[in-house]
């Protein structure tokens, strides 16, 4: 037979020929073709819902900080009574220092002349509220505790500075560029402390933009988790690291009407192993107890299939070479070709990988002392890139591989996933803590697509155990000199 | 019913462009949407079943596109078809063959497929393979050759 015959063989047998088509590719079609009227609805968008989550926490914390703020200014103005510390002809001596009900006695009879000399100088209870400063002073001991009440926060800042401006009069803050500046309270405070300090001298300053500069050039500012003598600075910012042993939850149904038993038979070949995830996320501090949370982790799902297939066979050809010396003299080389059957059955073992690389935005609310916190996290995880690689099974009954390149089953994008959490944490160092967090992720969508005959999700259980680092620890500075 | 009369014979041509049966079906998936889709842009001026074919054709060399295909020679062939007997052809059946064809290399497979079966030209391929048009006579005469040497060995064996 020619090229040529050959070639029209092979064309005329298979030009016409027809290939069973398997169940459910008619619906298949038809679901691709037009698809289910509330895909189009933009609450089905799983992008906008995410965009959706991040700016409903964003807004939450808003809210809470702006109320935190609110509640402390509000109680600031009702309270706000100018004691006279008439501290005068004292000596800094704690022990003479007077109690907190002798300070309620002088402050329930204010003095008559109280409005003469402190008006506008006032200073927040900033300093640290319901605590005791202590200043040294050109290595005297000049101990000072300020004793504040619910009822009595506003000090008379000119009260404060003449008594302890009669060591330096330069220093009178009464008389620097931001006296009038009560609104910033904040840097009016860190005045105060420079001052009393004696880390700046407020005769050298003649402008607010300058003093302001001379402090931060200090690394003087404190604008929020303000020290005090028994508490240092608090950081706000911290690094999370974390793995975690996962379990997962594998559910899958019918998408396309493909039969039952397919499923079935699929879901027998697969078993779900230890899993894990492991990241890395930076957390930010608002006000006492919130944290937001995000950064970056991996997460692989592995899962065992092993598929049994009957009726196996092996051939096996043998070929024996003898020579054969004919009557004639000639020798004559002779093939003898037989074959070998044999049926058996074969399992085969594969371990298939479903990675994925995401994004998690987490609210956390945490209490506690500085040794244990407790917290409670939710969030959202945002899948950036997923990809699998491994066997299943198809509708034929057949194993077939699913990679990263050739895959058409699952996804490379999985959404959105719900994230709650529980976490216990405890000081492991200056500036570590150790934590535990037993946490649930539920994956909103699928990790196949449309395409698939079946929906396949993961649910997944974990424990992320890791280490905390305070990263802005420096702001601590200035009182461990 | 137009997916019922040309449903067949289409998943075979989508077996003949796929390494296994699920690429197939998402081949078949993605070829029949876009008929569906362009339906409405057939002129009635030539054959329906070709036009269907073309763009199932298109669809599988589309997701032939994406893959990295490898054109290497392989060079363990021995040529066992001389003198074949014409009979040697006459047990075998179309799926026999499709089978045939899906052991076939990749590249092997897709020349084979384009020039013997769909009737393209070396050159034309040569564009849509983006290859040499030397390189697809090679292919063609290589998948020639391993394709009668495995009816060969089936024909021994049946013998």
């Keep these: ?481 | 019913m137009l997916y019922k009369a040309y449903a067949g014979k289409m998943m075979t041509i989508c077996l003949r462009y796929s390494k296994d049966k699920m690429e197939a079906e998402d081949i078949f998936q993605e070829g029949f949407i876009r008929i569906f889709q362009y339906l409405h842009q057939f002129k009635f001026e030539g054959s329906f079943e070709g036009w269907l074919r073309r763009i199932i054709v298109n669809t599988a060399l589309k997701n032939v596109s994406k893959k990295r295909i490898s054109f290497a020679e392989v060079n363990d062939l021995d040529d066992h078809s001389g003198g074949l007997p014409p009979y040697a052809y006459s047990n075998l059946g179309a799926e026999d063959i499709l089978k045939l064809i899906n052991q076939l290399p990749e590249g092997y497979r897709i020349v084979f497929n384009l020039h013997i079966i769909e009737g393209f030209t070396h050159e034309e391929i040569a564009k849509i393979l983006k290859i040499q048009p030397a390189t697809s006579r090679s292919q063609l005469v290589k998948a020639r050759k391993m394709l009668q040497n495995q009816i060969n060995v089936l024909q021994k064996i049946a013998v």
């Design chain 1, 1 to 481: 037979m020619t090229d040529r015959s050959f070639d029209k063989f092979i064309k005329e047998s298979l030009n016409n020929y027809a290939m069973p088509v398997a169940e459910g590719m008619w619906d298949r079609i038809q679901k691709e073709n037009n698809p289910k009227v509330e895909g189009a609805f933009w609450w089905k968008n799983y992008g906008f819902i995410s965009l959706l989550g991040v700016a409903a926490i964003i807004t939450a914390s808003i809210i809470l900080l702006n109320k935190n703020k609110e509640t402390s200014t509000s109680k600031t103005q009702e309270t706000s009574v100018t004691p006279n510390l008439n501290l005068q002809n004292q000596s800094f001596n704690s022990k003479q220092y007077p109690s907190i009900s002798e300070y309620n006695k002088t402050v329930s009879k204010p003095a008559a002349d109280n409005n003469k000399t402190h008006t506008k100088s006032k200073v927040e209870n900033g300093l640290s509220s319901n605590s005791a400063a202590a200043y040294n002073i050109k290595g005297k001991d000049y101990s000072a505790e300020i004793y504040t009440t619910k009822k009595y926060n506003k000090l008379s800042i000119t009260s404060l500075t003449s008594n302890l401006g009669n060591s330096e009069p330069d220093n009178d803050i009464s008389k620097t560029p931001l006296a009038a500046a009560e609104g910033s309270s904040s840097t009016y405070k860190t005045v105060l402390f420079a001052t009393a300090r004696q880390d700046i001298n407020l005769s050298e300053y003649t402008t607010n933009d300058q003093l302001i500069k001379g402090l931060k050039t200090l690394n003087f500012f404190c604008s929020d988790g303000c020290p005090s003598a028994h508490e240092p600075i608090k950081n706000n910012l911290n690094l999370e690291i974390y793995v975690s042993p996962d379990y997962t939850r594998k559910t899958i149904n019918n998408s396309a009407g493909v039969d039952e038993t397919f499923l079935k038979r699929k879901d027998s070949t697969e078993s779900i192993r230890l899993s894990f995830s492991a990241g890395f996320r930076l957390s930010k501090t608002f006000g006492n107890n919130l944290l937001l949370k995000t950064g970056m982790q991996y997460s692989q799902i592995n899962e065992k299939f092993s598929y049994r297939s009957e009726n196996e066979r092996k051939q096996t050809t043998l070929i024996t070479i003898r020579k054969e010396i004919l009557a004639t003299g000639d020798t004559v080389m002779i093939r003898d070709t037989s074959m070998i059957e044999q049926i058996g059955y074969r399992v085969k073992t594969t371990f298939n990988r479903y990675r994925s690389i995401d994004i998690p935005l987490i609210a956390s609310y945490e209490w506690g002392n500085d040794n244990l916190k407790a917290g409670v996290s939710a969030g959202v995880i945002l899948n950036l890139y997923s990809w699998q690689k491994g066997e299943s099974l198809d509708t034929s009954y057949v194993p077939v591989a699913f990679n990263k390149d050739g895959g058409r089953t699952f996804k490379r994008n999985i959404g959105v996933g719900l994230f709650t959490g529980f976490s216990v944490l405890k000081k492991a160092g200056k500036s570590t803590d150790f934590f535990a967090e037993p946490y649930f992720r539920y994956n909103v969508s699928n990790i196949t697509n449309n395409r698939s005959v079946f929906n396949q999700k993961f649910d997944v259980t974990g424990l992320n155990i890791g280490l905390r680092y305070k990263l802005n620890t420096q702001r601590q500075r200035y009182f461990n000199r």
